[in-house]
């Protein structure tokens, strides 16, 4: 910690050197005497160059015995306005300029359907990591500033039945993995007399609407960023805002009209919070808030979403065709693959580095009337090497400044890129964890079904046997 202080006092005094008028001031209040002593260091402001001030709240403390530095507290904190950064160690405090960026959204996971029309598919009650993200090529060509992930902002509470945190990735300082928790009531369930078939249609994408990119200059051309929430008129943290969409809802239907509920498309109310629906991620949400419907889609089209369903690369793929088609670098080298493949997706296997794939049994009643079988197949990967692969994928969306990185030369951007990395294994110290269950209600289907994952979300994929007609 003390490394990082040293790093941040010299550039404050970069910037004061350059910025005569800027200064950092606290109050500073004692008891005792140097043999043993506490003192505390509050009201923390800093005058801008234009004589602007800008407050912290929070206090750092120092004691002394026999007169010597004994222990100190830290303060790191935004100031009240989020323009400037502060970093605090007893009475010495250093402040660097500061940013926030509200990007439209983040897709954070796909739950892929499963085979068998009472299966289901989703989250376990548990830890367990999401995807791995850096923003190291966002903005307009030209940007030469160098990211690294610094600190942890969200807000409190999710929309959805998870906890949703983010961690610093081990052993990479420009990206942030999400961790999950508590997700076991995210899933998909088929609950259907129709086909056993997979129709990826169907497959959930799972979108968060309120992003927020808090950047902190670090140096010349050096940006730290931390990722969190979109700010209350009250200055703290909204909940996290995620949304459950059906890939089939966001795609053109015969009449050329998206047909995502209005549940959805419009304002989200979560803990006395009025958080935003999906319309406003969209070009032209003109009847959002107070008007949408069903059939005006708040005046969101399907190409509002083309980026989103862009994410899940097995939109027209066929119940049998193998997710291993959509690897750059093939299904052979996927299979175990090495830190240098390509593989958005990977079997499974029954051991790290072994040959036989998972397989789980899709199976319905024996008989008209007698009881559906459902076969639960959990996976964890905690005990599995983590391997960084060499792909990733973007997501470029729009975004909005809520306060400027002064003299970043940022404000001009056009364009804001979340990047996306393939991994297997524990990323952060936390498994990846999924859960499957596969029944059907068809009267003597029997097939073993392959199990995928995708090393983007970390979710399981299917694929049905070909040329088995039991669970049509």
Same mark, same amino acid.
């Given at each position: 910690?003390?490394?990082?202080?040293?790093?941040?006092?010299?550039?404050?005094?970069?910037?004061?050197?350059?910025?005569?008028?800027?200064?950092?001031?606290?109050?500073?209040?004692?008891?005792?005497?140097?043999?043993?002593?506490?003192?505390?260091?509050?009201?923390?402001?800093?005058?801008?160059?234009?004589?602007?001030?800008?407050?912290?709240?929070?206090?750092?403390?120092?004691?002394?015995?026999?007169?010597?530095?004994?222990?100190?507290?830290?303060?790191?904190?935004?100031?009240?306005?989020?323009?400037?950064?502060?970093?605090?160690?007893?009475?010495?405090?250093?402040?660097?300029?500061?940013?926030?960026?509200?990007?439209?959204?983040?897709?954070?996971?796909?739950?892929?359907?499963?085979?068998?029309?009472?299966?289901?598919?989703?989250?376990?009650?548990?830890?367990?990591?999401?995807?791995?993200?850096?923003?190291?090529?966002?903005?307009?060509?030209?940007?030469?500033?160098?990211?690294?992930?610094?600190?942890?902002?969200?807000?409190?509470?999710?929309?959805?039945?998870?906890?949703?945190?983010?961690?610093?990735?081990?052993?990479?300082?420009?990206?942030?993995?999400?961790?999950?928790?508590?997700?076991?009531?995210?899933?998909?369930?088929?609950?259907?007399?129709?086909?056993?078939?997979?129709?990826?249609?169907?497959?959930?994408?799972?979108?968060?609407?309120?992003?927020?990119?808090?950047?902190?200059?670090?140096?010349?051309?050096?940006?730290?960023?931390?990722?969190?929430?979109?700010?209350?008129?009250?200055?703290?943290?909204?909940?996290?805002?995620?949304?459950?969409?059906?890939?089939?809802?966001?795609?053109?239907?015969?009449?050329?009209?998206?047909?995502?509920?209005?549940?959805?498309?419009?304002?989200?109310?979560?803990?006395?919070?009025?958080?935003?629906?999906?319309?406003?991620?969209?070009?032209?949400?003109?009847?959002?808030?107070?008007?949408?419907?069903?059939?005006?889609?708040?005046?969101?089209?399907?190409?509002?979403?083309?980026?989103?369903?862009?994410?899940?690369?097995?939109?027209?793929?066929?119940?049998?065709?193998?997710?291993?088609?959509?690897?750059?670098?093939?299904?052979?080298?996927?299979?175990?693959?090495?830190?240098?493949?390509?593989?958005?997706?990977?079997?499974?296997?029954?051991?790290?580095?072994?040959?036989?794939?998972?397989?789980?049994?899709?199976?319905?009643?024996?008989?008209?009337?007698?009881?559906?079988? %459902? @076969?639960? /197949? +959990?996976? $964890? !990967?905690?005990?599995? =090497?983590?391997?960084?692969?060499?792909? &990733?994928?973007?997501?470029?969306?729009?975004?909005?400044?809520?306060?400027?990185?002064?003299?970043?030369?940022?404000?001009? %951007? @056009?364009? /804001? +890129?979340? $990047? !996306?990395?393939?991994? =297997?294994?524990?990323?952060?110290?936390? &498994?990846?964890?999924?859960?499957?269950?596969?029944?059907?209600?068809?009267?003597?289907?029997?097939?073993?079904?392959?199990?995928?994952?995708?090393?983007?979300?970390?979710?399981?994929?299917?694929?049905?046997?070909?040329?088995?007609? &039991?669970?049509?």
């Amino acid at each position: 910690m003390r490394t990082e202080k040293v790093g941040f006092a010299a550039l404050a005094v970069m910037i004061f050197t350059t910025l005569s008028f800027a200064q950092v001031s606290h109050t500073s209040s004692c008891t005792g005497t140097c043999e043993d002593e506490q003192c505390t260091y509050s009201n923390w402001a800093y005058t801008d160059s234009g004589k602007v001030k800008h407050s912290f709240n929070g206090s750092d403390s120092e004691t002394l015995v026999s007169c010597k530095f004994i222990h100190f507290t830290d303060l790191d904190t935004f100031s009240t306005d989020h323009e400037y950064y502060l970093q605090a160690i007893g009475p010495t405090g250093s402040v660097s300029a500061s940013g926030i960026l509200y990007p439209a959204y983040k897709v954070v996971s796909i739950i892929y359907a499963a085979p068998g029309n009472y299966s289901s598919d989703g989250f376990t009650n548990t830890l367990t990591d999401g995807s791995t993200a850096g923003i190291g090529s966002s903005f307009q060509a030209g940007t030469t500033e160098t990211y690294s992930s610094g600190f942890s902002i969200f807000g409190v509470g999710s929309t959805m039945s998870w906890s949703f945190g983010a961690s610093a990735t081990t052993g990479n300082s420009t990206t942030v993995t999400d961790t999950i928790s508590q997700a076991s009531g995210v899933s998909l369930n088929n609950v259907s007399t129709n086909s056993n078939a997979i129709d990826h249609t169907q497959d959930f994408i799972v979108i968060w609407v309120n992003p927020s990119v808090t950047l902190v200059s670090a140096g010349t051309s050096a940006v730290d960023y931390g990722i969190g929430t979109q700010l209350q008129s009250s200055g703290t943290a909204e909940a996290v805002d995620t949304l459950e969409v059906t890939a089939k809802t966001m795609m053109a239907n015969s009449s050329g009209a998206s047909t995502v509920p209005v549940a959805i498309l419009g304002p989200q109310s979560y803990n006395g919070e009025t958080l935003p629906g999906l319309a406003t991620i969209c070009a032209n949400h003109s009847y959002y808030p107070n008007s949408c419907t069903l059939a005006n889609q708040c005046g969101c089209v399907p190409s509002d979403f083309t980026a989103i369903l862009a994410t899940d690369p097995l939109l027209s793929y066929s119940s049998t065709e193998s997710p291993l088609n959509a690897d750059t670098s093939g299904a052979t080298a996927c299979t175990n693959p090495s830190s240098t493949a390509k593989c958005r997706f990977v079997p499974i296997m029954t051991q790290e580095n072994g040959t036989v794939q998972e397989t789980e049994l899709l199976a319905g009643p024996e008989c008209s009337g007698c009881d559906r079988p %459902a @076969n639960t /197949f +959990t996976q $964890t !990967d905690s005990t599995q =090497t983590a391997e960084t692969l060499s792909e &990733s994928i973007s997501l470029t969306t729009g975004f909005s400044w809520d306060v400027m990185l002064a003299g970043s030369g940022l404000k001009s %951007a @056009n364009q /804001f +890129t979340w $990047t !996306d990395t393939e991994s =297997t294994g524990s990323v952060s110290g936390s &498994s990846h964890q999924m859960s499957v269950t596969l029944s059907s209600g068809t009267v003597g289907c029997y097939e073993y079904v392959p199990i995928f994952m995708d090393t983007i979300y970390h979710t399981f994929v299917f694929q049905t046997e070909t040329g088995n007609t &039991s669970c049509p």
